[in-house]
């Protein structure tokens, strides 16, 4: 087998002696080219490189769900195709590894390379879906280009939290989980649209869902994790099936208390849940509009602002060794 090593040297748990040990055992029992990224979009290069190639099997990413989101669009740069494209085998390194752990890898390095080493042998792999964000035709985010996401994407307040996160981090902070929780704080005292929201979800046949303050998109359960905890934010989403949503109405104090308790204390049977959350389950096609231009994330990467975003869910869209 020959496969290509995506390595990204920023990855937060991983050190440089850790990655020597994991690529001297992946060589071990494959053909192995192993690279490391030197800018933001070079996985997504190197996957697209493996795409193309007619030789490479498999694309091994050790980093994070940031680094497998890259790789991810690299491969599919062009479409799904299970039967030409190489699979995909992830290392996690990063700070919350969601995609690498909702596959049931282990969120250590090396113990997920064994498990990874241990399903090539066994020849196990499975088929996930995957979820795909364009801009919309006919709004001014038209020519926003198509991008694949793994495990999740937002519109609004979620990835406003996502955005202050990257801010912090590049004034070099750490990703750390209390990080995470102040910037939740600080953007909900920010957040001018708490009571009325701003944004509306269509859907072929259906009805529109107006005055919404958020979207969360889940490709896959659990959303995130706060260090070991899961969150559900729409339980019933898995690889199997198209993309689930969860929006709220409203945020005001009472609510956000009342809806980040819920979500803390989620479960793979029930998620946020009452008279100002909406739920959808296994949506092919739609669209989100927003009055204004609000912050868009996908699998953790803050994407700027946008005022309307088409998605579809994509089933058997990847291959991926586990």
């Not at 946020?272 to 949506?283: E, F, I, N, Q, T």
Request: glycine share 10%; hydrophobic share 40%; charged share 25%.
């Amino acid at each position: 087998m020959r496969a290509l090593l995506v390595v990204n040297p920023a990855a937060t748990t991983t050190s440089a002696r850790v990655r020597d040990v994991l690529i001297h055992a992946l060589a071990s029992e494959m053909k192995l080219e192993a690279i490391t990224t030197e800018y933001r979009g070079h996985a997504r290069d190197l996957g697209r490189r493996a795409a193309e190639s007619k030789d490479i099997d498999l694309v091994v990413a050790l980093g994070g769900d940031g680094t497998v989101n890259e790789v991810v669009n690299g491969l599919l740069h062009n479409g799904p195709d299970l039967e030409r494209l190489p699979g995909l085998a992830v290392v996690p390194g990063g700070s919350t590894n969601v995609f690498a752990r909702a596959l049931g890898l282990p969120n250590d390095a090396v113990e997920a390379t064994g498990a990874i080493l241990d399903a090539l042998r066994e020849r196990s792999e499975r088929t996930v879906s995957l979820g795909l964000a364009a801009g919309t035709p006919g709004t001014e985010d038209e020519g926003v280009p198509a991008r694949w996401f793994t495990f999740c994407a937002g519109l609004g307040f979620d990835a406003g939290v996502v955005g202050r996160v990257e801010q912090q981090r590049e004034r070099g902070k750490r990703s750390t989980h209390a990080l995470y929780v102040r910037q939740v704080v600080r953007q909900f005292l920010d957040e001018p649209r708490r009571r009325h929201g701003a944004i509306t979800l269509e859907r072929p046949g259906e009805d529109p869902v107006t005055d919404l303050v958020l979207s969360i998109i889940c490709n896959t359960s659990p959303y995130t994790y706060l260090g070991n905890r899961p969150m559900y934010a729409s339980p019933e989403a898995s690889f199997e099936t198209a993309l689930d949503v969860l929006s709220l109405s409203k945020l005001s104090p009472t609510a956000a208390a009342r809806y980040g308790t819920q979500l803390l204390t989620s479960t793979p049977e029930r998620g946020p849940h009452g008279k100002h959350a909406v739920s959808l389950h296994d949506l092919t096609d739609f669209s989100l509009h927003s009055k204004v231009p609000l912050p868009f994330q996908m699998d953790g990467d803050h994407l700027g602002l946008r005022t309307s975003v088409t998605f579809t869910g994509v089933r058997r869209a990847l291959r991926v060794i586990v």
